[in-house]
Nanobody, 116 residues
């Protein structure tokens, strides 16, 4: 069982930056960020593999969002730059415990609101 605790959401203006953090209670294979806007389905934002540090992003955030990890703190970060109103959503951290499983562990979510 992996527990995830997120922090860092808030209200910002378009063009601003924000950094989300997700602390995991144990080491996992990969961690990811998802988001869900009101009235929309949850969507994948990006992910990072712990061992290699390889990252993957959805097209709409490439070049603006960066996922990084701190091995010593078992923490993953989502650095969001040049935020747009369409980035407004509840952001969730998720963990994949093995290479062959899905994202089975989820954080509580943190609200990010970008005003125009």
């Amino acid at each position: 069982q992996v527990q995830l605790v997120e922090s860092g959401g808030g209200l910002v203006q378009a063009g601003d930056s924000l950094r989300l953090s997700c602390a995991a209670s144990g080491r996992t294979f990969a961690m990811a960020w998802f988001r869900q806007a009101p009235g929309k389905e949850r969507e994948f934002v990006g992910e990072i593999t712990w061992s290699s540090g390889n990252t993957k992003y959805r097209d709409s955030v490439k070049g603006r969002f960066t996922i990084s990890r701190d091995n010593a703190k078992n923490t993953v970060y989502l650095q969001m730059n040049s935020l747009k109103p369409e980035d407004t959503a509840v952001y969730y951290c998720a963990a994949q415990s093995t290479a062959f499983g899905g994202y089975a562990y989820w954080g509580q979510g943190t609200q990010v609101t970008v005003s125009s």
